[in-house]
């Protein structure tokens, strides 16, 4: 199976996106990927607001692209666009980062004014960065995601299904197995 690189654009420890990524790279590596996460805010802050290409960190994230046949990119949506830590690490990676690469992006926020975000933000970065296949991405409420104090995500149900798909279709693309849709009644 593939190598998906799972990256949380989040720049919160509590943050909903990175709650919901580790969430689905549980699908993922149940249809049989490797999934390696990637939290953008455990990077320093000196090498990304410095745009120092060659500061270690940034070195392993750029080795963690290369090795990845697959990327999914999660971001919260802050006035209408993804988050500044996300493009502070977009900027510091090479041009064609995404070349042969297939991505799926998702998005968070608190309305559904911001669902265009993907579409119109997102996408047109990863497609200038060489992405040989962005799938339909998604837009997810917060309201519609739940942490538990022991750390388990519940989705909404209407919403988990959605997701539970727009997954599926993505490891479709790398070539991967996907579950069975029916009985996605729990969490994908």
């Not at 493009?87 to 911001?114: W, Y």
Request: glycine share 10%; proline share 5%.
């Amino acid at each position: 199976m593939a190598t998906v690189l799972s990256v949380s654009g989040s720049p919160s420890a509590t943050s909903r996106t990175a709650h919901l990524l580790r969430h689905l790279d549980e699908r993922l590596t149940d249809q049989g990927h490797e999934v390696i996460s990637l939290d953008v805010r455990t990077l320093p802050a000196e090498a990304l607001l410095g745009a120092d290409f060659s500061h270690p960190a940034i070195a392993a994230a750029t080795a963690l692209f290369d090795r990845a046949e697959g990327v999914v990119i999660g971001t919260p949506v802050y006035k209408a666009a993804y988050s500044g830590v996300l493009k502070a690490l977009l900027d510091l990676l090479p041009q064609h980062a995404l070349a042969g690469k297939t991505v799926l992006p998702l998005a968070t926020g608190g309305t559904t004014t911001h669902v265009l975000a993907i579409d119109y933000a997102l996408r047109p970065v990863l497609s200038s960065m060489g992405a040989g296949h962005i799938v339909q991405g998604w837009f997810t409420l917060d309201k519609d995601i739940a942490v538990g104090d022991d750390g388990v995500v519940t989705v909404a149900r209407d919403t988990a299904e959605s997701l539970a798909r727009v997954v599926d279709r993505f490891s479709e693309a790398l070539g991967g197995r996907t579950a069975l849709l029916a009985g996605v009644g729990g969490p994908p």
